[in-house]
């Protein structure tokens, strides 16, 4: 497992190593002593899955307020997305800034997000599943988010014309909220 830095403070990329045999291979996803090395969280309260059938599926951008923010340890298990964060933190230097990685079954790859920062991704393939490791449960009355396509945050898609729900196509734009 190498976890690396990434250029928005807080956010790491994680390159998961697997151990591969006449079987298949066995991945570690998740370390609490190499996570603690970096200082990074290792209680995780919840774990959700979600499975999106159709390419170019986009979900997001979504983060949870204060009192409860999440950190999350995001990868995907199954197919490949375009994981997307954006530094939604006030009082950041790096505020309204975002990064993307593609995250799939074959690359091994996991993103930890902390607090602050808004998460979506966009499915580069069929039927992809992406499994979450949460540090708050999840409260709706916390929930929030920021349009997948404001202006101002010009993130590059890979795909045209995603498909979006209508919940997620109804979120405020970053200088609203």
């Known amino acids: 497992m190498i976890i690396q830095e990434t250029s928005l403070r807080g956010v790491w990329l994680v390159e998961l190593s697997p151990h591969p045999d006449a079987r298949g291979y066995f991945l570690r996803t998740f ?4 996570f603690a ?14 499975y999106t059938s159709v390419r170019g599926m986009l979900r997001g951008m ?5 009192p409860s923010p999440e950190i999350k340890l995001v990868q995907c298990v199954t197919g490949v997305i375009q994981d997307v964060v ?11 800034r975002w990064l993307a990685y593609e995250l799939s079954e074959r690359n091994h790859r996991a993103l930890y997000i902390p607090a602050g920062f808004a ?5 580069l393939s069929d039927d992809c599943r992406v499994s979450y490791q949460m540090s708050s ?4 009355s916390l929930s929030g988010g920021v349009r997948w396509n404001d202006p101002d945050l010009a993130i590059e ?18 200088s609203s909220i």
């Open 62 to 66: 979504h983060f949870q307020r204060d």
């Open 31 to 34: 370390c609490a002593g190499e």
């Open 137 to 140: 449960a999840y409260d709706p």
């Open 86 to 96: 954006v530094d939604v933190r006030k009082d950041s230097p790096t505020f309204g």
């Open 37 to 50: 090395r970096h200082a990074l969280n290792t209680d995780w309260v919840q774990s959700n899955m979600s």
């Open 119 to 123: 998460h979506g991704f966009q499915c």
């Open 157 to 174: 898609w890979p795909l045209s014309n995603p498909v979006v729900s209508e919940r997620d196509s109804q979120l405020p734009v970053l």
